[in-house]
């Protein structure tokens, strides 16, 4: 019963470990049984079709395993808007983009603070909220219409290929024993923290206030940040398409190496010219009479960017080296799949 193997091991990979083992027997135990009984009924051995059908009543895996992981946490205010299997997921999205956002409002205020000048504490509680509501909004809203859709479509799957969704490859990292595989669930990642970023970056473009808080009344963006916005953009675009074509083809590992190559080699261009800029944050209003007073400011927060971009740097370059290895050494698999 191949089906069946495939079935039990595809939900033995959403389970932690240490319970992996007696829950597939269990599992396995039950599911034989209601073949045997079904047998027993027709007189016959059950064909794969029918086979399918049982393992169908059982459900998708996923939602399966989740049903014995200790781990229940979920998002509800009235309803369930996230629940349980994709919570974790929704989790490490929601801190990655809340990270960015209060790294960049907390360099903002310590160069105020640096420079001497008066920040109130609503200030600070203002632009802190602001940034957690937006986040939340949009990030939640995500997960939401992607929990609405496995709740209403909880049937919408294969028996025959049940590692549609190969969830511990993405937290723990692990390649799928039968080839190298692009988990799906760091496809879905990648797109919707693209997709969110892309949004706040427009955003951020037209309001200031947004990066800035309070300060935006002191400080704009210099102009090299427009010059870099649409290769911004395009080195977005370029993530987001090959998380869409690796989450439609897992098996094209290749494609993923070279995408990050050609998304590297171009945010390694745009960070050279942020550096040569030399100038990042800029006055709103240079002449107005309180201009000197936040200069001093301005060159704290200008000498953070400086650092911060060298640090980037060296941390895309890294990557970059990382990913051409990967494409280039042997073994790595073809480039798509001949099956």
Known sequence: MEIIDRYLKAVGSYL??????????????NIHSEI???????????????QEVIL???????????????????????????????????????TFNLGISFTVVTMVFVALLASGQAVSFSDVAFAYSLQLIIQFAIVTGIFALVEKNLTKYPDKWDPRKPNQLKYPEFFEAKAAKDGQRVPKLESISQFIASAVFLV????????????????AAIFRLASVWHQVFLPSVLIILLGMAQAAVNLLRPDWVRFRSA????????????VYFLVKAREWVVLANPSGSAGHDYQHAMGVVNQTIFFSLV???????????????????????????RA
């Open 16 to 29: 932690p470990v240490a319970q992996r083992d007696d829950i597939i027997r269990e599992l396995s135990e």
């Open 200 to 215: 706040w970056l427009r955003a951020a473009q037209k309001s200031p206030f947004l990066i800035f808080g309070p300060a």
């Open 311 to 337: 640090g980037a740097g060296v941390i895309v370059i890294a990557l970059l080296l990382r990913d051409v290895w990967r494409l280039v050494r042997p073994g790595q698999g073809p480039v798509e799949s």
């Open 259 to 270: 995408a990050r190559v050609g998304g590297g080699a171009i945010t390694l261009v745009v």
């Open 56 to 94: 169908k009543k059982q459900g998708h895996p996923l939602l399966v395993a989740g049903r014995y992981r200790q781990d229940h946490r979920s998002l509800a205010f009235g309803r369930q808007w996230i629940g349980p299997v994709i919570f974790p997921f929704y989790i490490k999205v929601l």
């Open 36 to 50: 045997e009984d079904k047998e027993t009924e027709l007189g016959r051995t059950l064909t794969e079709a029918e």
